[in-house]
């Protein structure tokens, strides 16, 4: 029924794609979905600001499907041609932040959970690149500030602090890496919270017109 739309009688709009689905199974689910379509005057739809992909998962979550992607990590067999891995890797893990905080703001919290998992496979793979990982250790913060549950956030930041912990090297001899970084004002804090690991990575920076 999800993924046909027949007998649809509530329509779930973002930017990129109409969802027809059903009260009977959406508003039971969630709260939140069901006050934002009590609205006076309602058409029978109700406008999300998520991205596609974040809201078909919470609406597969709603009607019990898999949701795929949150179940397998992006390896080398099952890349589109001219994907590299670790853009894939760059790829799954910014949806997994969006379905966090999307988890979080309409109170999903077993997806919630789900995508935070996935987040920490893929920020632990071997294969993903350190300016990947620092821009999605700045996407996170960013959307931190204001958005998420204490609890889920201090689990994320976690995974950053670990992961980026593990490619600090990397990092600190990355042009384009280090120049992300640096300039933005949580990252020292969570890359390398230790100013003695900090000062002897940092020692092996190579000067400007060596990077």
Same mark, same amino acid.
């Given at each position: 029924m999800? *993924?046909?739309?027949? =007998?649809?009688?509530?329509?779930?709009?973002?930017?990129?794609?109409?969802?027809?689905?059903?009260?009977?199974?959406?508003?039971?689910?969630?709260?939140?979905?069901?006050?934002?379509?009590?609205?006076?005057?309602?058409?029978?739809?109700?406008?999300? *600001?998520?991205?596609?992909?974040?809201?078909?998962?919470?609406?597969r979550?709603?009607?019990?499907?898999?949701?795929? =992607?949150?179940?397998?990590?992006?390896?080398?067999?099952?890349?589109?041609?001219?994907?590299?891995?670790?853009? @894939? &890797?760059?790829?799954?893990?910014?949806?997994?932040?969006?379905?966090?905080?999307?988890?979080?703001?309409? /109170?999903? *919290?077993?997806?919630?959970?789900?995508?935070?998992?996935?987040?920490? &496979?893929?920020?632990? %793979?071997?294969?993903?690149?350190?300016?990947?990982?620092?821009?999605?250790?700045?996407?996170?913060?960013? &959307?931190?500030?204001?958005?998420? %549950? &204490?609890?889920?956030?201090?689990e994320?930041?976690?995974?950053?602090?670990?992961?980026?912990?593990?490619?600090? @090297?990397?990092?600190?001899?990355?042009?384009?890496? =280090?120049?992300s970084?640096?300039?933005?004002?949580?990252?020292?804090?969570?890359?390398?919270?230790?100013?003695?690991? =900090? /000062? *002897?990575?940092?020692?092996?920076?190579?000067?400007? /017109?060596?990077?």
């Amino acid at each position: 029924m999800y *993924e046909t739309g027949v =007998w649809s009688d509530l329509s779930i709009i973002t930017a990129t794609e109409t969802f027809r689905v059903h009260r009977a199974v959406v508003f039971p689910a969630n709260a939140k979905l069901r006050r934002d379509a009590r609205i006076p005057n309602s058409k029978a739809s109700v406008e999300m *600001e998520e991205r596609e992909v974040v809201v078909d998962a919470m609406l597969r979550h709603f009607y019990e499907l898999p949701i795929l =992607w949150l179940h397998n990590v992006p390896h080398s067999a099952s890349l589109t041609p001219g994907v590299g891995l670790s853009d @894939a &890797l760059l790829s799954r893990c910014t949806d997994c932040v969006h379905l966090m905080f999307a988890a979080a703001k309409y /109170d999903i *919290e077993r997806l919630g959970v789900s995508a935070l998992r996935m987040f920490q &496979l893929c920020m632990s %793979s071997h294969f993903i690149k350190s300016g990947h990982m620092i821009d999605l250790g700045c996407l996170f913060m960013d &959307l931190a500030k204001d958005r998420v %549950s &204490l609890d889920l956030y201090k689990e994320g930041i976690d995974v950053v602090v670990n992961a980026t912990h593990r490619k600090l @090297a990397g990092i600190v001899n990355d042009a384009f890496a =280090w120049e992300s970084s640096t300039p933005t004002r949580h990252t020292r804090d969570w890359s390398c919270p230790r100013q003695s690991r =900090w /000062d *002897e990575a940092t020692k092996k920076r190579p000067a400007p /017109d060596e990077a």
